[in-house]
């Protein structure tokens, strides 16, 4: 009997979620065959059999927490599909049979506790299963025999680690006789009882780890944000003119977006602390402009990662981004496409957005922010009123290694190679 276990998935990702299963006890499967979905904090990632054979038990279920190195199933490579279980079955009852017989042996109890431990396990599983724990915690409290639901977390987020779990172990009856409210508190809010109709549906792991980052990236930078308008008259302008001849020439659409990414990289080269990033005590300046562009889909906003977006023209940013979009919509990208990122840029426009403040996507520095384009009368330079298309930009900083002045210019150089972008074109 071999067993299929979590691979090593990256160097960042070592625990994830069992999303789908793509085989079923008693289906016969190849060596690299995929046979269950893997749901991690950044991608959703297949698991392959390491062997031809039949599955004959699935070990872990769909929703259950594992990390690398779990076994999750097991696979007979001499069996034949649709006739293991029963097999399994015939091979099983006889060592039962003389498990019993051997019953007024002395080793009988033990055996019999071996039996039993798996029961308490599996009840204990359920009883816990809403609570939220890391796959080495959940580990431990099957080891010990404890309930979830009775461990009081001290992370701040209500997340379950393996001290909370030792802790528990240790304290026993003490712990819940001496802090009884404490630990009724957070059960209360969480299960808030209602008397209208409700729905609960438990957050995927890629939302806990949206929801996590979140909050900690307001914790441990002082952001700030800070707006200017912009005028769209001229790239919409040029946009029109040169659309039709650009789509022949490139076989792709001449968006906003290029235009965008190339004022972008233009205001960093002027203003390079944006383009950095804090570790312990030092700045790291980057001499790269690798551009995160944000793309939301149904499980939640992604940041896959245009390399080196300096070194290609408009065409070739606006090839790398609808690549990237639409790999974010089949759920094809990779742990590649969204690790590293220099800075980046979110459109909240495309949903109506008028106005926001992007937060930043840690360790990054530096977040633009993209609204609608709203036709507003402006006072032009001549005193006279014009209608104008303009569109409301939002940088967020960190204000650590990023000073308010810095800021402000570094949003009106973005401002002024929009208003004229054919320097754009000419140095992109």
Excluded: C
Aim: glycine letters at 8%.
């Amino acid at each position: 009997m071999s067993e299929i276990k979590i691979p090593e998935l990256a160097e960042s990702i070592t625990e994830g979620t069992i999303s789908e299963w793509l085989v079923g006890k008693g289906d016969k499967v190849e060596k690299g065959d995929a046979v269950v979905e893997l749901e991690t904090d950044k991608v959703n990632v297949e698991v392959n059999s390491d062997y031809a054979g039949v599955i004959t038990e699935i070990i872990q279920e769909e929703g259950a927490d594992v990390e690398v190195g779990d076994v999750i199933a097991k696979v007979d490579e001499n069996a034949e599909a649709g006739g293991s279980a029963s097999g399994e079955e015939e091979k099983e009852e006889p060592a039962s049979d003389s498990k019993e017989e051997k019953a007024s042996e002395p080793d009988s109890s033990k055996e019999a506790e071996k039996e039993e431990k798996p029961e308490k396990q599996d009840d204990s599983s359920e009883s816990s299963q809403d609570v939220i724990a890391s796959p080495a915690a959940r580990k431990r409290a099957r080891e010990l025999g404890i309930d979830l639901s009775d461990v009081q977390a001290r992370d701040p987020l209500g997340r379950i680690r393996p001290e909370d779990v030792d802790s528990a172990a240790k304290g026993g009856s003490e712990q819940k006789e001496s802090k009884p409210a404490k630990k009724e508190e957070p059960k209360q809010s969480e299960k808030t009882e209602f008397d209208k109709p409700v729905e609960r549906i438990k957050m995927s792991r890629r939302r806990q780890t949206i929801a996590r980052n979140l909050v900690e990236v307001q914790q441990e930078s002082a952001m700030l944000t800070t707006f200017n308008e912009v005028d769209m008259s001229a790239v919409m302008e040029l946009r029109n003119k040169r659309k039709e001849d650009f789509k022949e020439k490139h076989g792709v659409k001449l968006g906003f977006m290029s235009f965008f990414t190339k004022a972008v990289i233009g205001a960093l080269k002027d203003f390079p602390l944006l383009n950095a990033e804090i570790q312990g005590k030092e700045i790291v300046k980057k001499h790269f402009y690798d551009i995160g562009i944000a793309v939301s889909t149904d499980e939640g906003l992604v940041v896959p990662v245009v390399r080196d977006a300096d070194k290609l023209d408009f065409a070739g940013v606006e090839k790398e981004i609808g690549n990237l979009g639409q790999k974010a919509i089949n759920k094809e990208l990779s742990l590649k496409d969204l690790q590293g990122g220099s800075f980046t840029i979110t459109n909240g426009g495309t949903f109506g957005s008028m106005l926001s403040t992007p937060i930043l996507n840690s360790p990054q520095v530096g977040i633009l922010g993209m609204h609608n384009i709203q036709k507003r009368p402006m006072v032009m330079p001549d005193d006279s009123i014009e209608v104008r298309p303009m569109m409301y930009l939002a940088v967020s900083y960190d204000h650590r290694i990023v000073d308010g002045k810095e800021a402000v210019q570094f949003l009106v150089r973005i401002k002024e190679l929009l208003e004229d972008p054919y320097d754009l074109l000419l140095e992109g």
